[in-house]
């Protein structure tokens, strides 16, 4: 079983910034892709930014050159680091990781999720 937890959400100002955190434990062999989704309520959830195991990266165009997605390997750790920060960037964000847990035998997961809220 893999566990992720989650850290960094909060208040924050417009045009501030936040980074938050994810770390994957447990029965881990190897992991593919690590990435942020965000979801308001009565919408869909949708992806904010993914990492794949060589680095590649993917953003949505709503917050392109804004973020940055970055991980540890050896910390099986997934960082988004945010700035410029908009109000309408006020979500809940969750992590999820895809990988396996012995050759061939793969997992996701997903976080609890951590409050992201931009305000003045």
């Known amino acids: 079983q893999v566990q992720l937890v989650e850290s960094g959400g909060g208040l924050v100002q417009p045009g501030g910034s936040l980074r938050l955190s994810c770390a994957a434990s447990?029965?881990?062999?190897?992991?593919?892709?690590m990435g942020w989704y965000r979801q308001a309520p009565g919408k869909q959830r949708e992806l904010v930014a993914a990492?794949?195991?060589?680095?590649?990266?993917n953003y949505a165009d709503s917050v392109k050159g804004r973020f940055t997605i970055s991980r540890d390997n050896a910390k099986n750790t997934v960082y988004l680091q945010m700035n410029s920060l908009k109000p309408e960037d006020t979500d809940v964000y969750s992590c999820?990781?895809?990988?396996?847990?012995?050759?061939?035998?793969?997992?996701?997961?997903w976080g609890q999720g951590t409050q992201v809220t931009v305000s003045s």
């Open positions: 990492i794949t195991s060589d680095g590649s990266t």
């Open positions: 999820n990781v895809v990988g396996t847990i012995v050759p061939g035998t793969t997992f996701t997961s």
């Open positions: 447990g029965s881990i062999f190897s992991i593919y892709t």
